[in-house]
């Protein structure tokens, strides 16, 4: 038993069936919103002082906050369709392989984790609640490496890929402001403790296991090399599979026609 079983036994009433799924679904909400009236996603965003001055919704509103797409557009609306429908698949796939429960506490770290690097930064995070996402696709990506999906129900693509990219654009991000390093480490440590570091034990563990076989192989008598020599007639079980050979008394190896009585 893990101890995610164990815990589910114990805290299983906290799981959150299909959390990205309603997660996606209030940011697109959010999205229209602002759409309609620009002016509220100032009252979303996160503030550390109005915050503390009463404003507490803004610590729920703030992972929804910055879900501008551009300006609004046919295109825009489209490219929200699509992403809105990658979240669904990416919540239903990872939640077939963890369960609820060990999905659930997931997301819940990483916003856990999201909302403190907000509250100890001294500069906005802008749109900080998107590595939510990010890290959700690492770790699909991480599972199931060579699954093909169609960008745009058109271009086929495997997605270790677009893990690839997506590490890259992390990469650029730290390198273009590498205050950001600390962030991107809790940004993304549900990642690395529910997918990167049991992906890596997991191959570690299978090079183990090669490298036990390897040896074990090299260990056994090479092909062609006879095993047992009749020390009278010199013929061996290579030359004659179907003889059959005895130690002797005096620790020599002998054929049954010439084994001493």
């Not at 996606?24 to 009236?37: D, E, G, N, P, W």
């Not at 690492?138 to 495997?158: C, D, G, W, Y």
């Amino acid at each position: 038993m893990t101890i995610f079983d164990r815990l589910e036994r114990r805290f299983g009433w906290i799981s959150f069936p299909g959390f990205l799924r309603y997660y996606a679904i209030l940011h697109a909400l959010v999205f229209a919103i602002q759409m309609l009236r620009p002016e509220m996603a100032q009252m979303f965003e996160f503030d550390r002082a109005k915050i503390f001055s009463g404003e507490v919704w803004r610590v729920f509103t703030m992972f929804f906050a910055s879900s501008e797409f551009g300006r609004p557009s046919f295109l825009t609306i489209i490219f929200l369709f699509f992403a809105v429908n990658f979240a669904f698949m990416l919540s239903d796939t990872i939640e077939a392989a963890w369960g609820e429960f060990k999905t659930s506490l997931f997301f819940y770290m990483g916003i856990f984790l999201i909302l403190i690097a907000n509250f100890i930064y001294p500069f906005p995070l802008e749109r900080s609640s998107f590595a939510l996402y990010a890290s959700a696709f690492f770790a699909f990506s991480t599972m199931f490496p060579k699954m093909e999906i169609r960008l745009f129900l058109v271009f086929p693509v495997q997605v270790r890929f677009l893990g690839m990219f997506q590490g890259l654009l992390v990469l650029l991000m730290i390198f273009g402001d590498p205050r950001l390093i600390p962030f991107v480490i809790m940004g993304f440590a549900n990642y690395l403790v529910f997918a990167a570091i049991p992906a890596l034990k997991g191959r570690a563990m299978i090079l183990e296991s090669a490298e036990r076989k390897k040896n074990f192989k090299a260990a056994q008598t090479p092909a062609g090399e006879a095993f047992y020599t009749c020390c009278v007639c010199k013929r061996t079980d290579v030359s004659d599979p179907q003889l059959e050979f005895r130690v002797g008394s005096d620790a020599q190896e002998y054929c049954m026609e010439h084994l001493p009585e």
